[in-house]
């Protein structure tokens, strides 16, 4: 087993990771950021400039800043979108890699032998229920 790394190895190796991890969060951060203040704005809107106040404000300046969204931060979903693809892909890596190793370091059970199918099987009687099923199959 290889001894483990100092802590100057260790955060060498998270740097990156964590960089990235930061860009991903970032990313987050400022699209809802940019969200609320948006939602806020349209709400003040309506609040002061309509008839509509309260819970029914804030449910219409849902709707309509979700749909001002939909076309102003179009370029910061993306972003999201991407920061968070690169994420999860990572995650999906590292689980690939860890299946793998595991694969690779456990032998089967029986030593890696293939079971011969063209040999009848053994004396467990499933040779004989298999026929049995066979046999009410075709009545």
Same mark, same amino acid.
């Given at each position: 087993?290889?001894?483990?790394?100092?802590?100057?190895?260790?955060?060498?190796?998270?740097?990156?990771?964590?960089?990235?991890?930061?860009?991903? @969060?970032?990313? *987050?951060? $400022?699209?809802?950021?940019? #969200?609320?203040?948006?939602? %806020? !704005?349209?709400?003040?809107? &309506?609040?002061?400039?309509?008839?509509?106040?309260?819970?029914?404000?804030?449910?219409?300046?849902?709707?309509?800043?979700? @749909?001002?969204? *939909?076309? $102003?931060?179009?370029?910061? #979903?993306?972003?999201?979108? %991407? !920061?968070?693809?690169?994420? &999860?892909?990572?995650?999906?890596?590292?689980?690939?890699?860890?299946?793998?190793?595991?694969?690779?370091?456990?032998?089967? @059970?029986?030593?890696?032998? $293939?079971?011969?199918?063209?040999?009848?099987?053994?004396?467990?009687?499933?040779?004989?229920?298999?026929?049995?099923?066979?046999?009410?199959?075709?009545?």
């Amino acid at each position: 087993m290889p001894p483990h790394p100092g802590p100057s190895t260790t955060s060498a190796y998270l740097r990156p990771v964590a960089q990235k991890e930061r860009g991903t @969060a970032l990313a *987050i951060i $400022v699209y809802t950021l940019l #969200r609320v203040a948006l939602f %806020v !704005a349209v709400w003040v809107l &309506f609040e002061f400039l309509t008839p509509i106040h309260g819970l029914w404000a804030a449910a219409s300046a849902i709707l309509i800043s979700g @749909a001002i969204s *939909i076309v $102003v931060l179009d370029r910061q #979903r993306g972003r999201v979108g %991407v !920061a968070a693809g690169r994420f &999860f892909g990572r995650i999906n890596a590292r689980i690939e890699e860890s299946a793998r190793a595991e694969d690779e370091d456990e032998p089967s @059970a029986d030593g890696g032998a $293939v079971p011969d199918e063209s040999q009848p099987p053994a004396a467990s009687g499933e040779g004989q229920d298999q026929s049995e099923h066979e046999a009410v199959d075709k009545q």
